[in-house]
């Protein structure tokens, strides 16, 4: 079946590194994918989407490329703040449906 | 603010109870999810509604029911309460469906203790 496997967290940075999460899936045909954030207290935002092979999403600073020939949507962002402290998710959507399959989520902290 | 509103924003139950949660959509969207948000599951759609029809059914068990209003704000009944069914409830909704990759706006949950 069709599934997301994140890298385990915390991932504990001090501010201004560079960030990786990685994320593989597992799916037939051709997902969408996404990453969304949760910050503490709050739902789910969608920071970035593609919807097709080599597709590059972006959104404050924040990139990820869809990778068909390694199955894989690797979340990434050259300097980190301190409020970019949350839990993100890694998620497919399968063509001609609408329910989005989820990873476990990430935490990354930030440290000043 | 996503613009989709859920109420209450914490409830707690006892085991055997029923409690209904409430989901209010963007202006505008008209299919409405429902994803449960457990330590042990993670993150898992439970259904969809779409301008009032049951659209798709994810893992929502045979005690939990969902309904979709035609001010198209929608509802998740939950029965027979166990310990293992407290977790936060998300809503989440979207302009429409059929595949698109419309994106999919989150409310702020409602937090579920089952004691």
């Known amino acids: 079946g069709n599934s997301v496997t994140q890298m385990e967290g915390p991932v504990t940075l001090s501010e201004e590194a560079f960030l990786t999460i990685n994320c593989t899936y597992t799916?037939?045909?051709?997902?969408?994918l996404f990453w969304y954030v949760q910050y503490p207290g709050e739902g789910l935002q969608l920071l970035l989407k593609?919807?097709?092979?080599?597709d590059k999403g972006s959104n404050k600073g924040f990139e990820a490329t869809y990778r068909k020939e390694t199955t894989s949507f690797h979340l990434e962002k050259g300097s980190v703040q301190v409020s970019d402290s949350a839990v993100y998710f890694c998620?497919?959507?399968?063509?001609?449906?609408?329910?989005?399959?989820f990873g476990t989520g990430t935490r990354l902290q930030v440290f000043p | 603010d996503s613009g989709v509103t859920q109420t209450p924003k914490h409830l707690i139950t006892a085991t055997g109870q029923r409690v209904t949660l409430r989901c209010s959509p963007r202006?505008?969207?008209?299919?409405v999810y429902w994803y449960q948000q457990s330590l042990d599951q993670g993150l898992q759609f439970l259904i969809q509604?779409?301008?009032?029809?049951?659209?798709a059914k994810g893992n929502i068990l045979e005690r939990f029911s969902a309904q979709q209003f035609p001010d198209l704000h929608s509802e998740l009944n939950l029965s027979s309460l166990e310990l293992g069914d407290s977790a936060l409830y998300f809503c989440?909704?979207?302009?429409?469906?059929?595949?698109?990759?419309?994106?999919?706006?989150f409310g702020p949950g409602t937090r579920l203790t089952v004691t």
């Open positions: 989440a909704s979207s302009v429409g469906t059929s595949g698109i990759s419309y994106e999919q706006y």
């Open positions: 799916a037939t045909g051709y997902p969408s």
């Open positions: 593609a919807t097709k092979a080599d």
């Open positions: 998620a497919l959507k399968q063509a001609r449906t609408d329910k989005l399959i």
């Open positions: 202006s505008g969207d008209l299919s």
């Open positions: 509604y779409y301008n009032g029809e049951e659209r």
